[in-house]
């Protein structure tokens, strides 16, 4: 049975599977924009990506996984002008953060992760072409506008109503969009180069249109074209991102290559909410995973946390909820323990997923298995594994064999570790690490971090008591 997954652009829940003659199912997702902490509503997203990559890995296909890095833009560049650095040094700080807070989430390291920055000329290539093809012009200052009416099937991810269609001020989560204030044909048509502006900086590159730097929409299409050719099998990224980023990515795709069918399947998840509202910076509710270890949570109970609830809805983010990750993880692993002494297996043997993966056999799993299948019912899955947890009777060593395998294998496509060490009473790893590397920047008389790393503390809920020969780390 082939995983089924809903598709944004049909509407239907459609099979995932290799097209003939190909051996690679390619899968995009739209990656962080790198100006601050990811906060764990953007891992949601991610680690919902992750476990369909797993899940379609699990069921025998080969997935090429590409996640990109939006490295500029104009978040980024006032990011790096507010913290007096390059904009390269600034973005590279906070994608170090971006990709430690992977590891710890056991997020698979997609096989492409192309920045924007990277990909300059394929996206003044791209944007040649849709000029070339008549669906972009050039405006008078140098910027370059796609030319919405030059689409013919222009907003159909969205089934937008294009008599409606008067401007991209707004995402598909009503917020508003950065504004392309410059001068347009049409207040629907969007930049894809923008001319340079005294407030860019350094930030400019050189175009036939002259110096600029590129609109964010051009460099999903771009990228995607550069490691996943015209067409691929899935592209994902949060709800908010339908409308307009990836109606836009689709325009521009189809149009400069003149191949339909950008994306064979189209992923949208629903966000992780606090109280009601959306988990954004803007809001001010946010939490990173860093907060949440200071709290002596780990990254393991997060990710059993963001998997709690079923992609399509949204899932209202407690603290409650995180405790409650603990015990229940607890449980499978007290469960796992009774049925690897009855199977004659270690430890050791349930954690190399690689043992297992040969293992034909799912036994009590398989309708966990089932459940994860069909749309990806993560909450569903999890739900079937305590059923089979909570079953009495006896298990012969048969039985046991089978079914840890089904349950090492279910896990290892939810992400989801057992027996991992639980964090030491006292200072968290990531507080300590985040006071040495403060106290290394005030050595090196880099005040600048210094009082950057400060705050990073005094936002995870500690503070740093400074000794002539060292400092101390306090819980606010
Ligand atoms: P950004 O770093 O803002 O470009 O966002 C990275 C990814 O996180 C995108 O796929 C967004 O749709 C997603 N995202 C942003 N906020 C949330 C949220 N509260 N819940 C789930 N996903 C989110
Ligand atoms: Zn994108």
Same mark, same amino acid.
């Given at each position: 049975?082939?995983?089924?997954?809903?598709?944004?652009?049909?509407?239907?829940?459609?099979?995932?599977?290799?097209?003939?003659?190909?051996? &690679?199912?390619?899968?995009?997702c739209c990656g962080p924009t790198v100006y601050g902490p990811a906060h764990?509503g953007n891992f949601?997203t991610f680690?919902?990506?992750?476990?369909?990559?797993?899940?379609?890995?699990?069921?025998?296909?080969?997935?090429?996984? &590409?996640r990109n890095i939006t490295d500029?833009d104009?978040k980024t560049?006032?990011?790096?002008?507010?913290?007096?650095?390059?904009?390269?040094?600034?973005t590279?700080?906070w994608t170090?953060k971006f990709h430690?807070d992977c590891?710890?989430?056991?997020?698979?390291?997609?096989?492409?992760e192309?920045s924007a920055?990277?990909?300059?000329?394929?996206?003044?290539?791209?944007?040649?072409?849709?000029?070339?093809?008549?669906?972009?012009?050039?405006?008078?200052?140098?910027?370059?506008?796609?030319?919405?009416?030059?689409?013919?099937?222009?907003?159909?991810?969205?089934?937008?109503?294009?008599?409606?269609?008067?401007?991209?001020?707004?995402?598909?989560?009503?917020?508003?969009?950065?504004?392309?204030?410059?001068?347009?044909?049409?207040?629907?048509?969007?930049?894809?180069?923008?001319?340079?502006?005294?407030?860019?900086?350094?930030?400019?590159?050189?175009?036939?249109?002259?110096?600029?730097?590129?609109?964010?929409?051009?460099?999903?299409?771009?990228?995607?074209?550069?490691?996943?050719?015209?067409?691929?099998?899935?592209?994902?990224g949060g709800?908010?991102?339908?409308?307009?980023?990836?109606?836009?990515?689709?325009?521009?795709?189809?149009?400069?290559?003149?191949?339909?069918?950008?994306?064979?399947?189209?992923?949208?998840?629903?966000?992780?909410?606090?109280?009601?509202?959306?988990?954004?910076?803007?809001?001010?509710?946010?939490?990173?995973?860093?907060?949440?270890?200071?709290?002596?949570?780990?990254?393991?109970?997060?990710?059993?946390?963001?998997?709690?609830?079923?992609?399509?809805?949204?899932?209202?983010?407690?603290?409650?909820?995180?405790?409650?990750?603990?015990?229940?993880?607890?449980?499978?692993?007290?469960?796992?323990?009774?049925?690897?002494?009855?199977?004659?297996?270690?430890?050791?043997?349930?954690?190399?997923?690689?043992?297992?993966?040969?293992?034909?056999?799912?036994?009590?799993?398989?309708?966990?298995?089932?459940?994860?299948?069909?749309?990806?019912?993560?909450?569903?899955?999890?739900?079937?594994?305590?059923?089979?947890?909570?079953?009495?009777?006896?298990?012969?060593?048969?039985?046991?064999?089978?079914?840890?395998?089904?349950?090492?294998?279910?896990?290892?496509?939810?992400?989801?570790?057992?027996?991992?060490?639980?964090?030491?009473?006292? &200072?968290?790893?990531?507080?300590?690490?985040?006071?040495?590397?403060?106290?290394?920047?005030?050595?090196?008389?880099?005040?600048?971090?210094?009082?950057?790393?400060?705050?990073?503390?005094?936002?995870?809920?500690?503070?740093?008591?400074?000794?002539?020969?060292?400092?101390?780390?306090?819980?606010?």
């Amino acid at each position: 049975m082939p995983v089924i997954l809903h598709d944004t652009l049909s509407r239907e829940k459609r099979p995932l599977l290799l097209k003939p003659g190909r051996e &690679v199912f390619g899968m995009y997702c739209c990656g962080p924009t790198v100006y601050g902490p990811a906060h764990i509503g953007n891992f949601r997203t991610f680690t919902l990506q992750d476990v369909l990559r797993r899940t379609l890995e699990v069921a025998g296909l080969k997935v090429k996984h &590409v996640r990109n890095i939006t490295d500029v833009d104009d978040k980024t560049i006032r990011g790096a002008q507010a913290a007096g650095q390059t904009l390269g040094a600034f973005t590279q700080g906070w994608t170090d953060k971006f990709h430690a807070d992977c590891r710890a989430l056991g997020l698979l390291v997609p096989h492409v992760e192309p920045s924007a920055i990277e990909h300059i000329p394929q996206q003044v290539a791209m944007i040649q072409a849709l000029v070339d093809r008549g669906h972009a012009y050039v405006a008078k200052d140098g910027s370059v506008y796609f030319k919405v009416c030059s689409c013919a099937d222009y907003g159909k991810l969205t089934h937008l109503d294009r008599s409606k269609l008067e401007t991209q001020a707004k995402n598909s989560a009503g917020e508003a969009n950065d504004a392309d204030e410059y001068e347009r044909e049409s207040a629907s048509d969007f930049a894809l180069w923008k001319s340079r502006k005294p407030e860019d900086g350094a930030n400019f590159w050189p175009s036939p249109w002259g110096e600029g730097r590129p609109g964010w929409h051009i460099e999903c299409s771009a990228m995607s074209l550069a490691h996943l050719g015209a067409t691929f099998d899935l592209h994902g990224g949060g709800i908010d991102l339908c409308f307009p980023h990836h109606e836009n990515e689709i325009a521009q795709s189809e149009c400069a290559t003149g191949v339909k069918g950008y994306a064979a399947h189209w992923f949208h998840n629903a966000h992780l909410m606090v109280d009601g509202e959306k988990m954004s910076k803007s809001e001010g509710n946010l939490y990173t995973l860093l907060q949440l270890e200071a709290k002596g949570f780990t990254a393991n109970e997060l990710r059993y946390v963001l998997i709690g609830g079923h992609y399509r809805g949204p899932l209202n983010f407690t603290l409650a909820g995180m405790e409650a990750a603990r015990p229940a993880i607890a449980k499978l692993e007290r469960w796992a323990d009774r049925l690897l002494a009855l199977a004659g297996f270690s430890r050791a043997d349930f954690a190399a997923p690689s043992s297992h993966e040969v293992q034909t056999t799912w036994g009590r799993f398989a309708p966990a298995w089932d459940i994860l299948q069909e749309d990806l019912n993560t909450p569903g899955c999890l739900g079937q594994i305590f059923t089979v947890v909570g079953e009495n009777g006896e298990v012969s060593p048969h039985q046991a064999r089978e079914d840890v395998c089904g349950l090492a294998k279910i896990l290892h496509a939810l992400g989801i570790v057992l027996f991992v060490p639980k964090p030491e009473l006292g &200072v968290p790893a990531a507080i300590a690490d985040l006071g040495a590397r403060r106290w290394a920047a005030k050595q090196a008389k880099d005040f600048a971090a210094a009082d950057r790393l400060r705050q990073e503390l005094t936002a995870a809920g500690w503070t740093m008591l400074d000794r002539k020969d060292g400092f101390d780390l306090r819980p606010l």
